[in-house]
């Protein structure tokens, strides 16, 4: 075998993705069996050699906890099957929301699932468009993170859409969304919220113009959608048209697509970082595919080149 050759495996939280991203590499995924014991616990196997490969397990960690220690296992598992470097490509980093101490006697779990994925023996870390860019920070090994923000922009250029501005969700997401801006040559305005309780908003203000103007809402993470809803309601009550969102990460938890296909939203936009699985989405979303960013990044850095060369 080939020293340092290419490995890609997959846990089962998206395989779907991992099957398009070793297709975009043209390389078949490595067989790993992963099971259960009656009693639930994970049982991880890597059935083909990977010894002095440079390996990649693909392998996002939204609920349930099972998908992170997944990862865990079959990082250890590739380490002492001599992997020769083990990068976690994590698509979807979760837990990225508890990343400060907020409150008093909460933890910081982000930083815990840096800890235990570096601690397992991964030696590199490929994620995208995390909550916080500063979680970087949080892994003492190198760290590439994504953006899916060109998939996004081709999809909308493609729309011919006239009479633009690009709206951030929150304060937070100003980057995401000036950046947005500036690529589609269009003006930014600012849904100003106030959040009472976890999973609960309340939108206070929009900043900027938006009457008469069709939107593009940009912002990283859908979960139940009460706060998106809540924009498109004020953006509407304020002269926006036709409302578009789009989102990396689709997590869609509760009421959340019943709420998006009855709210003003006009098409809901999001990537395949997160497996829905049987959860069959109505007319409204549309999924775009990030295969080709994971894995233009995963030959890049197999072949020992620039990653930042992505983002020009």
Not at 58 to 86: G, H, V, Y
């Amino acid at each position: 075998m080939m020293q340092n050759a290419l490995k890609i495996i997959s846990g089962t939280s998206n395989l779907p993705l991992a099957q398009r991203i070793s297709q975009y590499c043209g390389v078949p995924l490595t067989d790993c069996e992963v099971r259960r014991f009656a009693d639930g616990e994970v049982k991880v196997q890597i059935n083909q050699n990977i010894r002095g490969s440079d390996l990649f397990i693909i392998q996002p960690t939204n609920p349930p906890a099972e998908n992170l220690f997944e990862l865990l296992i079959m990082i250890d598992a590739a380490r002492r099957a001599s992997a020769k470097r083990i990068t976690a490509v994590i698509p979807y980093y979760g837990y990225a929301r508890q990343d400060r101490k907020d409150q008093p006697r909460v933890p910081i779990t982000a930083k815990l699932v840096a800890n235990l994925i570096t601690v397992a023996g991964a030696d590199r870390i490929i994620t995208m468009d995390l909550h916080a860019a500063q979680l970087q920070g949080y892994f003492d090994i190198p760290h590439d993170h994504l953006y899916a923000s060109k998939t996004f922009y081709d999809f909308f250029r493609d729309k011919h859409l006239t009479n633009l501005v690009a709206v951030s969700a929150d304060v937070g997401s100003i980057k995401i969304a000036r950046a947005f801006a500036k690529e589609l040559k269009c003006p930014l305005a600012i849904i100003d919220k106030r959040r009472e309780a976890v999973n609960e908003a309340e939108v206070m203000n929009i900043i900027g113009d938006v009457e008469g103007k069709n939107v593009i809402i940009r912002d990283d993470i859908v979960d139940t959608a009460g706060t998106i809803v809540l924009g498109a309601d004020a953006l509407k009550t304020h002269g926006a048209l036709d409302i578009y969102v789009c989102v990396t990460h689709g997590v869609l938890s509760g009421p959340a697509v019943e709420r998006i296909q009855n709210s003003h939203i006009s098409e809901m936009v999001i990537t395949d970082t997160i497996e829905r699985g049987s959860l069959h989405l109505p007319s409204k979303f549309t999924v775009l595919s990030t295969a080709d960013v994971f894995g233009e990044a995963i030959r890049r850095i197999w072949h020992e080149e620039s990653v930042s060369k992505l983002f020009d």
